[in-house]
């Protein structure tokens, strides 16, 4: 099946991302590996992971307190697990059950323990940023080998990976969360109200961000 003008902008556009960060090719053609592998299984979750490391890089830029590389790789990585979920829950965009629900809360399980002795910083920061739109799932301590300061990295780029995940997922996904029962894309401004709302910590971040023309 021949690829949609998305899946092409955004490959073409995660190709110039990698050409710009400073990064092991054996990391970047690892990352190519696993994206591959999500583009094959479903394609509008490639580019929803693609437009989210193209933006955690715009965000890492604009706030200059971590390398984007913190970002842009668990953004990249974050729906790896989802490989391994019937396409046609991926495709369900009404009316989820209970069973749908639970069943689709395994993937971030299931790419943590595909990421944890390859990417370990990564697969912890993606565990913490589901928690960030999840807050009643609980999740294990990270690892007492780290550092306090790598600890708190993690959880500082799971805040924002979660923000990234959440803001993409409201601007291009047509389901009905915000409006039950009937599936469709939020308005840019109801886009920004939800990502406010459901942020509130971030507001300063969130606010920032769309002044600069980031977010839109």
């Known amino acids: 099946m021949p690829e949609s003008e998305e899946t092409q902008r955004v490959t073409d556009d995660l190709r110039g991302l990698f050409a710009k960060i400073r990064a092991r090719r ?7 590996f696993y994206l ?17 490391a193209l933006l955690a890089y715009d965000i890492a830029n604009h706030i200059h307190i971590v390398d984007p590389k913190a ?3 668990p953004c990249a990585l974050h729906d790896l697990g989802k490989t391994i979920i019937r396409k046609d829950l991926l495709e369900k965009n009404v009316n ?3 069973e749908d629900k639970i069943e689709m809360d395994d993937h971030m399980k299931l790419g943590f323990a595909i990421l944890k ?16 739109n999840n807050p009643s799932k609980e999740i294990p301590k990270i690892d007492i080998k780290f550092s306090e300061g790598t600890r708190r990295l993690m959880k500082y780029c799971g805040r924002l990976v979660g923000l990234i995940d959440f803001y993409d997922a409201a601007k291009y996904r047509e389901n009905d969360r915000f409006s039950p029962g009937t599936p469709r894309r939020l308005s840019p401004p109801e886009v920004k109200e939800v990502v406010l709302k459901h942020h509130k910590d971030q507001k300063y971040l969130i606010t920032e961000l769309y002044r600069a023309g980031i977010l839109n």
């Open 26 to 32: 054996e990391d970047i053609k690892s990352l190519w």
């Open 36 to 52: 591959d592998s999500v583009k094959e299984h479903h394609p509008p979750t490639y580019e929803h992971s693609a437009r989210m």
């Open 71 to 73: 970002l842009v790789f």
């Open 96 to 98: 989820l059950t209970s």
């Open 117 to 132: 002795h390859t990417y370990e910083f990564s697969a912890w920061v993606m565990l913490y940023a589901d928690r960030v």
